[in-house]
């Protein structure tokens, strides 16, 4: 692989490392993602933060992660399709364990469905076996946190899968995705959340990162993409610009719906206007909203803990009204990894 250093961009990421911004808000890019797909889907999760029940297509993305994860801490020799199959039942079982509602899912009793699910979770696995062979590989890091601050005062993070370094030092950053809505769909959003993760190791490693791989476990292919660093720039205005919208539509309280296909897989059909709902009132103090996020947590921290803290998102106050994203026009969704 070939990398692209920024050399240019180097300073400011040095810069960025270095000095103690005054960080002010944070941004995943699951909750950029949610603005671009409908405000109000993001009004719902970042500022009412109301609950959402897991589905099973959720719940199947976070096992085949967490086995996809463990899998790197066997030796080289034993990471097979036959050892992976075996991890799913004792992966599901600590998943439960630390999220109880998981088993609501089958009601607790419904074996055969839960037999039906850890099967489809082990098809997904064996596709993962046939894009890649796990035995030649020795990721750099997995379900690692990285952040950087933008702008001067926007701390944008999240948690990558999988980064593989390779001998020149090349950067490769892979994302699965195991979801079974069609790809079409939700392709834009996957791709930005990767340009994400490479902005951010760019900023803060100063390299451009030579391939983002997505992994459609589900399809058994690998999309690979590579980000240049004039592509990089235009993102990071990108992403601040969908901030500053995030915080003018916060000011007005104004947080449109923005129907779409994707609606079906939105948790809050019965709080939305465009299918006949009502949302709650606007939180007046939305707990935490006025504080600014905390530095980045540990690196070593569960997905789920991640998503918990990514909607910490607090937008700055009042500035004048005028809702329209930036670069809204991707269509992407929400559902499953
Ligand atoms: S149902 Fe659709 S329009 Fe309504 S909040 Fe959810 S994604 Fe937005």
Request: with cysteine.
């Amino acid at each position: 692989m070939t990398v692209e250093t920024a050399t240019s961009h180097t300073t400011a990421a040095d810069a960025a490392q270095t000095a103690e911004p005054a960080v002010t808000a944070s941004l995943s890019p699951s909750r950029a993602a949610d603005f671009k797909t409908c405000p109000l889907l993001y009004r719902f999760r970042s500022i009412d933060r109301i609950p959402e029940r897991p589905n099973a297509e959720q719940a199947r993305g976070t096992l085949v992660h967490a086995v996809l994860e463990r899998l790197f801490d066997l030796p080289a020799a034993e990471r097979t399709p036959t050892t992976a199959a075996h991890m799913v039942t004792a992966e599901w079982t600590r998943l439960v364990a630390e999220q109880p509602e998981l088993a609501d899912l089958f009601d607790g009793h419904d074996a055969t469905d839960l037999t039906g699910f850890l099967d489809s979770a082990r098809e997904l696995l064996d596709g993962y076996f046939r894009v890649e062979d796990p035995r030649r590989l020795e990721p750099a890091e997995r379900e690692s946190l990285i952040s950087a601050v933008v702008d001067g005062q926007l701390l944008i993070r999240g948690y990558i899968d999988r980064l593989d370094v390779a001998p020149d030092g090349a950067l490769r950053v892979v994302d699965y995705k195991t979801g079974g809505a069609p790809r079409e769909a939700f392709e834009a959003r996957a791709l930005f959340q990767l340009k994400f993760y490479a902005l951010v190791l760019w900023r803060t490693r100063g390299v451009v990162p030579a391939v983002l791989r997505l992994l459609y476990l589900k399809d058994a292919e690998a999309c690979d993409y590579r980000p240049d660093v004039d592509e990089l720039v235009r993102f990071e205005r990108t992403v601040v610009a969908l901030w500053r919208a995030i915080e003018q539509a916060t000011a007005a309280r104004d947080f449109r719906p923005k129907p779409s296909r994707l609606c079906a897989w939105c948790n809050h059909q019965a709080l939305c206007p465009a299918f006949g709902g009502t949302p709650p009132p606007f939180p007046e103090q939305p707990a935490a909203d006025a504080a600014p996020s905390p530095p980045a947590p540990p690196a070593r921290v569960t997905r789920r803990a991640a998503d918990t803290a990514a909607r910490s998102i607090h937008p700055r106050p009042p500035a004048p009204p005028s809702a329209t994203p930036p670069d809204a026009a991707d269509g992407a969704a929400p559902p499953p990894r």
